[in-house]
Nanobody, 114 residues
Framework: VQLQASGGGLVQAGGSLRLSCAAS????????MGWYRQIPEKQRELVAS???????NYADSMKGRFPISRDNAKNTVYLQMNSLKPEDSGVYYC?????????WGQGTQVTVSS
């Protein structure tokens, strides 16, 4: 599975960004796609995930601000990042989890200036 992420960038506090991640390759009909964030010297942490059935899971700090959605026909997951704060900065990684294992995309940098 290949995951291609896009949409990161530099934004002022209070602004918005939309991350996209398109999956290709051997994709099963049941999977979970999600976004993780990594900041220096910290472990990669879950931001949000969504199953093919639409069930979602969020980190408490992002819940309500970062709705996750997906288009199953396009094997694409989206993360709408609203009301961004400087502490949201980091490298955001797309992940797919299916019965054959876990795949990661390349990271996309999100920088929120104060």
């Amino acid at each position: 599975v290949q995951l291609q992420a896009s949409g990161g960038g530099l934004v002022q506090a209070g602004g918005s960004l939309r991350l996209s991640c398109a999956a290709s390759g051997s994709i099963f009909s049941i999977n979970i796609m999600g976004w993780y964030r990594q900041i220096p010297e910290k472990q990669r942490e879950l931001v949000a995930s969504i199953s093919t059935g639409g069930s979602t899971n969020y980190a408490d700090s992002m819940k309500g601000r970062f709705p996750i959605s997906r288009d199953n026909a396009k094997n694409t997951v989206y993360l709408q990042m609203n009301s961004l704060k400087p502490e949201d900065s980091g490298v955001y990684y797309c992940q797919m989890h299916q019965r054959t294992g876990i795949s990661w995309g390349q990271g996309t940098q999100v920088t929120v200036s104060s």
